[in-house]
């Protein structure tokens, strides 16, 4: 599996590298057709959150894409990865049933 990271206004954090692969290992475990994710951090200082993450997973079928914004990266992580998880569960029931 493979992770690729691109920083918009932010400085490259190791911290939140480790951060976000800690929290996909879950993702690539349970769904192993996932074979790819890029994900994005951008900061904006247009909103009061400003803080956004989008991922984006390659994996059987259309790619799945998700982001937040929050008040900080680390939360933003986390939402995103939720909506993966829900996407995911779905695209799997999807994969498995026309098998």
């Known amino acids: 599996m ?12 190791n911290r939140l590298e480790s ?3 800690k929290k996909m290992e879950k993702i690539f475990n349970q ?3 996932v074979i790819r994710g890029d994900v994005f951090f951008k900061k904006e200082n247009d909103n009061q959150k400003g803080h956004v993450c989008g991922i984006r997973l390659s994996a ?3 790619r799945l894409y998700a982001s937040s914004d929050e008040k900080n990266f680390e939360n933003a992580i986390t939402n995103t990865i939720d909506d ?12 498995y049933r026309s098998n």
Do not use: C, H, W
Not at 2 to 13: H, L, P
Not at 84 to 95: F, G, S, T, V
């Open 2 to 13: 493979k992770t690729v990271f691109e920083y918009s206004n932010v400085s490259a954090s």
């Open 19 to 21: 951060f976000t692969i």
């Open 84 to 95: 993966l998880k829900d996407q995911l569960k779905k695209r799997k029931m999807k994969l």
């Open 60 to 62: 059987p079928g259309p």
């Open 31 to 33: 769904y192993p057709f």
